[in-house]
């Protein structure tokens, strides 16, 4: 009732905007619900009739399918081992190099830092043919070491970590400093567990980015036991159109994005402030 | 006085920095060399010449590259789509976004579960995202089609039509990609005062005019970073093509990343991508430019 | 506890000199205190104490040691911060230990000192809570307990009250009081307000653009201030000064003329000429319907046991002086002043100041 009453009392054009916006949700859920749909339906079912996907008899055999027949969990494995490790080492060397270029004042260390920052500019696309030489020159293709190493020095990192550190009073360091604390352990003990917040953020951002890049692994990862679960999605899908198997692909779609998904419900909070800050930087 | 010190005596000065704490930088700047502005240059010096990564074979041929790839066909084709892309895919996600935040900015349950559904596609992956999107355009088999055909239109396989496949691509690309500008926005929101709209509504503002007067201009820094922001990310386009249409049909959806790929990565010419690759450096220095300009700007009223 | 010595110490940033040959002596057990504007140097000199700051030139003695190349943690100093600057993700207890553990003491000997510690400042209930937690004056508390857990030779204090309330800010002036007197340690305390220069010092020094106005007791400063800078600044309503247009030697005490009236001074004749200004303080401007001095009444401030009368002189210059806790003084009334001149002060064209009363 009560809302029912805020809305009459709402003026048009808003009202007119909130319908857009509920049609638009509608429009986004959508494809969801079809290819949830069509993952719980027969795949000969789907060839007679395709729209049969909004009714009855549903089933879980793709489902069960995938876990017999796909590679996926092996992909899946890949996945997590190159994203966990990628992000661990971005926040080990984003943060020792954040720390020094906040705290530690060599000579020349605003020149150093101004040279560091100069790979923002730098896409990642625009270095993938010389990387990808350069990883073959030591014949490391089809490794995690290809998969993990890239990217692990960002400029990103070092730019957010710096200005994290730089706004930590300097007063408790210099606190730290009094009570004997060396130069590493007021890094370990009263930096870093201040700059938690800063490491969230640039740790759910790098995790994202890893587990969903496409192009690095694509050249890189080449043998099927190596693809990450990304590349390997995309092996599968390559004929899609002739494919009889509609319903097990889309079976493998959802049971692919159904992690991150339910990640990013647990830790929405997180997720939308590491993508917005790292956006707006 | 002087009980431990001779006059005149030079004493060790207090120490500021040690050599060992330059080993906090050291690990980063290795990396950072060796994996990014080396690749970098290499990339650079590539694009002069002609370099089989097949074969291993290379050769200097200054400026040939550059001639050859302005010449291409399929290379402008690709330029074009590019834009072609950018300029139908960066507006829906900025007017989307911006009006998906406009009416989600409320505490309100109903609100928040539709936020958490708009940024949600944002977190799946690119190969998700197409095998979902294949999906619904597949021929007649398809949610697309299966919908025209309910209302009589018909099906039109839209990936499979030149003239249209760039939309299917596009609007897959608004669909994952909305969740981005929505939130950026919905942060900028958040930072206007409140006291700006009592103060609207104290000088007997109307909705529209607080919204245009009041709203926008104060988001406004947010509204052009989102602009390019989004611009950058665009350009780079590569994934939904690779996946959804291979370039396909007829060069109608190659992207410049996509010809840099095909390039170094089918046909094996590394300098003839190179120097793709150095195009869209430039163009990519121009939008970072672009952005730190922006991001530099006071925020005005 | 130790003495602290300071030897021509110079402090420059950049091209710009904060301190200018200092030197100072602080006894050992000494409650010092640096006084003066933001700005002066103060904090400066403190931080180049605990070693925060490198001297550009000069040395710095704490005890036997000569210290200004030892970096902060092996000068036997702790320091209380303006921010307490506690660490926020440790608890009350774990702020205290991490000078200890960082020195290997042994963990029962860390336990007895922090529970000594929490005991002097009643910080025992809060010992589990992190900063977050605790009131301004609880972290203050902390503060000083951090301090006092490193049985330091020398404590030294960074504007530490600046953060508290007014009633707060009284109450801690004695706690840190009682404290010197308690641990008998060094102290060194920084601070722009004068009250807390006045109420807790054994010695202040006066400090201005990085050079020391005056050194000495709290009394001393306020009653035989060395220059007028130290004057001006010590002593809350400030001293009035007035300029001298001639003068003469009654019986050897100089007669100033301000304006139109003769005021006689207790300040010795001898020797002083030039310009002069004279200097009363407003307690010793009292209304008086028989004084020499004639003014207007422009505001008047009721503190209830005295009332502080802000008048104009007839040449237009302002002076502030004192009534009896029931005044019937308003704006516009004309009222008269009579000078205490033994309480007079005379300043030459230099600055320095010449004083009514003698030396103790």
Same mark, same amino acid.
């Given at each position: 009732?009560?809302?029912?009453?805020?809305?009459?009392?709402?003026?048009?054009?808003?009202?007119?905007?909130?319908?857009?916006?509920?049609?638009?949700?509608?429009?986004?859920?959508?494809?969801?619900?079809?290819?949830?749909?069509?993952?719980?339906?027969?795949?000969?079912?789907?060839?007679?009739?395709?729209?049969?996907?909004?009714?009855?008899?549903?089933?879980?055999?793709?489902?069960?399918?995938?876990?017999?027949?796909?590679?996926?969990?092996?992909?899946?494995?890949?996945?997590?081992?190159?994203?966990?490790?990628?992000?661990?080492?971005?926040?080990?060397?984003?943060?020792?190099? /954040?720390?020094?270029?906040?705290?530690?004042?060599?000579?020349?260390?605003?020149?150093?830092?101004?040279?560091?920052?100069?790979?923002?500019?730098?896409? /990642?696309?625009?270095?993938?043919?010389?990387?990808?030489?350069?990883?073959?020159?030591?014949?490391?293709?089809?490794?995690?070491?290809?998969?993990?190493?890239?990217?692990?020095?960002?400029?990103?990192?070092?730019?957010?970590?710096?200005?994290?550190?730089?706004?930590?009073?300097?007063?408790?360091?210099?606190?730290?400093?009094?009570?004997?604390?060396?130069?590493?352990?007021?890094?370990?003990?009263?930096?870093?567990?201040?700059?938690?917040?800063?490491?969230?953020?640039?740790?759910?951002?790098?995790?994202? /980015?890893?587990?969903?890049?496409?192009?690095?692994?694509?050249?890189?990862?080449?043998?099927?036991?190596?693809?990450?679960?990304?590349?390997?999605?995309?092996?599968?899908?390559?004929?899609?159109?002739?494919?009889?198997?509609?319903?097990?692909?889309?079976?493998?779609?959802?049971?692919?994005?159904?992690?991150?998904?339910?990640?990013?419900?647990?830790?929405?909070?997180?997720?939308?402030?590491?993508?917005? /800050?790292?956006?707006?930087? | 006085?002087?009980?431990?010190? %001779?006059?005149?005596?030079?004493?060790?000065?207090?120490?500021?920095?040690?050599?060992?704490?330059?080993?906090?930088?050291?690990?980063?700047?290795?990396?950072?060399?060796?994996?990014?502005?080396?690749?970098?240059?290499?990339?650079?010096?590539?694009?002069?010449?002609?370099?089989?990564?097949?074969?291993?074979?290379?050769?200097?041929?200054?400026?040939?590259?550059? %001639?050859?790839?302005?010449?291409?066909?399929?290379?402008?084709?690709?330029?074009?789509?590019?834009?072609?892309?950018?300029?139908?895919?960066?507006?829906?996600?900025?007017?989307?976004?911006?009006?998906?935040?406009?009416?989600?900015?409320?505490?309100?349950?109903?609100?928040?579960?539709?936020?958490?559904?708009?940024?949600?596609?944002?977190?799946?992956?690119?190969?998700?995202?197409?095998?979902?999107?294949?999906?619904?355009?597949?021929?007649?088999?398809?949610?697309?089609?299966?919908?025209?055909?309910?209302?009589?239109?018909?099906?039109?396989?839209?990936?499979?039509?030149?003239?249209?496949?760039?939309?299917?691509?596009?609007?897959?690309?608004?669909?994952?990609?909305?969740?981005?500008?929505?939130?950026?926005?919905?942060?900028?929101?958040?930072?206007?005062?409140?006291?700006?709209?009592?103060?609207?509504?104290?000088?007997?503002?109307?909705?529209?005019?607080?919204?245009?007067?009041?709203?926008?201009?104060?988001?406004?820094?947010?509204?052009?970073?989102?602009?390019?922001?989004?611009?950058?990310?665009?350009?780079?386009?590569?994934?939904?093509?690779?996946?959804?249409?291979?370039?396909?049909?007829?060069?109608?959806?190659?992207?410049?990343?996509?010809?840099?790929?095909?390039?170094?990565?089918?046909?094996?010419?590394?300098?003839?991508?190179?120097?793709?690759?150095?195009?869209?450096?430039?163009?990519?220095?121009?939008?970072?430019?672009?952005?730190?300009?922006?991001?530099?700007?006071? %925020?005005?009223? | 506890?130790?003495?602290?010595?300071?030897?021509?110490?110079?402090?420059?940033?950049?091209? *710009?000199?904060?301190?200018?040959?200092?030197?100072?002596?602080?006894?050992?057990?000494?409650?010092?205190?640096?006084?003066?504007?933001?700005?002066?140097?103060?904090?400066?000199?403190?931080?180049?104490?605990?070693?925060?700051?490198?001297?550009?030139?000069?040395?710095?003695?704490?005890?036997?040691?000569?210290?200004?190349?030892?970096?902060?943690?092996?000068?036997?100093?702790?320091?209380?911060?303006?921010?307490?600057?506690? *660490?926020?993700?440790?608890?009350?207890?774990?702020?205290?230990?991490?000078?200890?553990?960082?020195?290997?003491?042994?963990?029962?000997?860390?336990?007895?000192?922090?529970?000594?510690?929490?005991?002097i400042l009643q910080l025992e209930t809060l010992l589990d809570r992190k900063p977050g937690q605790l009131s301004?004056?609880?972290?203050?508390?902390?503060?000083?307990?951090?301090?006092?857990? !490193?049985?330091p030779e020398v404590f030294l204090f960074d504007e530490p009250l600046s953060n508290l309330d007014a009633m707060?800010?009284?109450?801690?002036?004695?706690?840190?009081?009682?404290?010197?007197?308690?641990?008998?340690?060094?102290?060194?305390?920084?601070?722009?307000?004068?009250?807390?220069?006045?109420?807790?010092?054994? !010695?202040?020094?006066?400090?201005?653009?990085? !050079?020391?106005?005056?050194?000495?007791?709290?009394?001393?400063? *306020?009653?035989?201030?060395?220059?007028?800078?130290?004057?001006?600044?010590?002593?809350?309503?400030?001293?009035?000064?007035?300029?001298?247009?001639?003068?003469?030697?009654?019986?050897? !005490?100089?007669?100033?003329?301000?304006?139109?009236?003769?005021?006689?001074?207790?300040?010795?004749?001898?020797?002083?000429?030039?310009?002069?200004?004279?200097?009363?303080?407003?307690?010793?401007?009292?209304?008086?319907?028989?004084?020499?001095?004639?003014?207007?009444?422009?505001?008047?401030?009721?503190?209830?046991?005295?009332?502080?009368?802000?008048?104009?002189?007839?040449?237009?210059?302002?002076?502030?002086?004192?009534?009896?806790?029931?005044?019937?003084?308003?704006?516009?009334?004309?009222?008269?002043f009579s000078v205490d001149s033994a309480r007079t002060h005379v300043f030459d064209a230099a600055g320095r100041?010449?004083?009514?009363?003698?030396?103790?």
């Amino acid at each position: 009732m009560a809302t029912a009453g805020k809305t009459v009392g709402m003026p048009l054009g808003e009202r007119l905007a909130l319908i857009a916006v509920i049609l638009l949700a509608i429009l986004w859920l959508l494809p969801l619900v079809w290819v949830t749909g069509v993952s719980l339906k027969n795949n000969t079912e789907l060839v007679v009739n395709p729209g049969a996907v909004f009714s009855a008899p549903y089933t879980i055999q793709n489902y069960i399918d995938l876990t017999k027949t796909s590679a996926l969990g092996t992909w899946f494995r890949n996945s997590l081992i190159v994203s966990l490790s990628h992000t661990v080492l971005v926040l080990i060397v984003s943060c020792l190099a /954040g720390y020094g270029f906040a705290r530690i004042e060599f000579p020349g260390r605003n020149a150093v830092f101004i040279f560091s920052l100069v790979g923002l500019a730098i896409p /990642g696309q625009a270095i993938i043919v010389p990387l990808h030489s350069f990883f073959n020159a030591f014949d490391l293709h089809n490794t995690y070491a290809a998969l993990i190493i890239p990217g692990i020095a960002t400029p990103f990192g070092i730019f957010l970590m710096t200005a994290y550190f730089r706004a930590i009073p300097a007063e408790i360091e210099e606190a730290a400093r009094l009570d004997n604390a060396s130069r590493f352990k007021i890094f370990w003990a009263i930096a870093l567990p201040l700059a938690v917040p800063a490491m969230a953020t640039l740790g759910i951002f790098t995790f994202l /980015g890893t587990w969903n890049d496409y192009l690095w692994p694509l050249i890189s990862a080449t043998r099927p036991e190596m693809y990450t679960l990304t590349v390997g999605l995309a092996a599968t899908q390559t004929n899609i159109d002739q494919s009889e198997g509609l319903g097990y692909l889309m079976a493998q779609s959802v049971f692919a994005g159904l992690p991150m998904l339910i990640l990013y419900i647990f830790f929405q909070k997180y997720v939308v402030r590491a993508v917005a /800050g790292a956006a707006i930087r | 006085m002087s009980r431990t010190s %001779q006059p005149g005596a030079r004493a060790p000065k207090l120490r500021t920095w040690h050599w060992p704490e330059l080993l906090f930088i050291a690990p980063f700047l290795i990396l950072y060399v060796t994996f990014l502005l080396f690749p970098m240059a290499w990339g650079f010096w590539m694009s002069f010449n002609y370099y089989d990564l097949f074969a291993g074979f290379s050769e200097y041929i200054g400026l040939e590259n550059y %001639q050859q790839l302005f010449a291409d066909q399929i290379y402008r084709r690709a330029v074009v789509n590019t834009f072609v892309f950018v300029a139908i895919t960066v507006p829906p996600l900025v007017i989307l976004g911006l009006l998906i935040a406009l009416v989600l900015n409320r505490q309100t349950w109903w609100s928040a579960v539709l936020r958490t559904l708009f940024f949600g596609s944002t977190v799946l992956s690119v190969t998700i995202v197409t095998l979902i999107w294949r999906g619904v355009y597949l021929p007649q088999k398809g949610l697309l089609d299966n919908f025209l055909n309910a209302i009589g239109v018909g099906g039109i396989g839209i990936l499979q039509d030149p003239n249209l496949a760039l939309v299917g691509i596009a609007v897959t690309t608004v669909w994952w990609g909305i969740g981005l500008p929505m939130v950026l926005f919905l942060a900028a929101l958040q930072q206007v005062p409140g006291e700006i709209y009592e103060a609207a509504k104290l000088d007997n503002a109307s909705p529209w005019q607080t919204l245009w007067s009041i709203t926008i201009p104060s988001i406004w820094r947010t509204v052009v970073l989102v602009i390019i922001i989004q611009i950058i990310a665009h350009f780079q386009v590569f994934g939904q093509i690779n996946l959804m249409t291979g370039g396909g049909p007829n060069n109608s959806t190659r992207s410049m990343v996509q010809f840099i790929y095909e390039s170094g990565f089918r046909q094996w010419t590394a300098g003839f991508a190179s120097a793709a690759a150095q195009v869209l450096f430039v163009i990519m220095v121009i939008a970072a430019g672009l952005q730190f300009w922006a991001s530099r700007r006071k %925020q005005e009223f | 506890m130790s003495r602290i010595d300071l030897v021509n110490i110079n402090k420059k940033f950049g091209s *710009y000199e904060a301190i200018a040959d200092l030197s100072l002596a602080i006894d050992s057990g000494e409650f010092v205190v640096f006084l003066g504007p933001s700005g002066c140097g103060k904090t400066t000199l403190l931080r180049m104490i605990a070693g925060l700051e490198a001297v550009t030139a000069g040395e710095i003695h704490i005890g036997d040691r000569r210290v200004e190349h030892l970096p902060p943690g092996q000068r036997g100093v702790a320091m209380v911060f303006q921010s307490y600057a506690l *660490y926020p993700h440790m608890t009350v207890a774990q702020n205290m230990a991490f000078g200890l553990r960082n020195i290997g003491t042994e963990k029962s000997v860390i336990e007895a000192k922090i529970a000594e510690a929490a005991r002097i400042l009643q910080l025992e209930t809060l010992l589990d809570r992190k900063p977050g937690q605790l009131s301004g004056g609880q972290r203050q508390r902390v503060a000083i307990g951090r301090a006092i857990v !490193k049985s330091p030779e020398v404590f030294l204090f960074d504007e530490p009250l600046s953060n508290l309330d007014a009633m707060l800010r009284a109450r801690t002036r004695v706690e840190i009081a009682r404290l010197h007197q308690t641990l008998g340690a060094t102290m060194v305390f920084v601070t722009h307000d004068q009250i807390e220069a006045m109420t807790m010092a054994q !010695k202040i020094v006066v400090m201005s653009n990085g !050079k020391i106005e005056q050194v000495g007791a709290p009394l001393d400063i *306020y009653r035989r201030p060395a220059t007028r800078f130290v004057a001006s600044f010590v002593g809350v309503p400030a001293m009035n000064f007035l300029d001298v247009s001639n003068t003469e030697a009654v019986r050897g !005490k100089l007669h100033v003329r301000v304006g139109e009236t003769m005021i006689p001074t207790g300040v010795p004749a001898a020797g002083l000429s030039g310009p002069l200004t004279l200097g009363i303080r407003p307690e010793a401007l009292r209304v008086d319907a028989n004084g020499t001095i004639a003014a207007k009444v422009d505001v008047v401030e009721r503190l209830g046991d005295k009332t502080i009368i802000h008048a104009m002189l007839p040449g237009g210059q302002a002076v502030v002086g004192e009534d009896g806790d029931t005044s019937a003084l308003t704006f516009g009334d004309q009222v008269r002043f009579s000078v205490d001149s033994a309480r007079t002060h005379v300043f030459d064209a230099a600055g320095r100041g010449h004083h009514a009363e003698v030396a103790p």
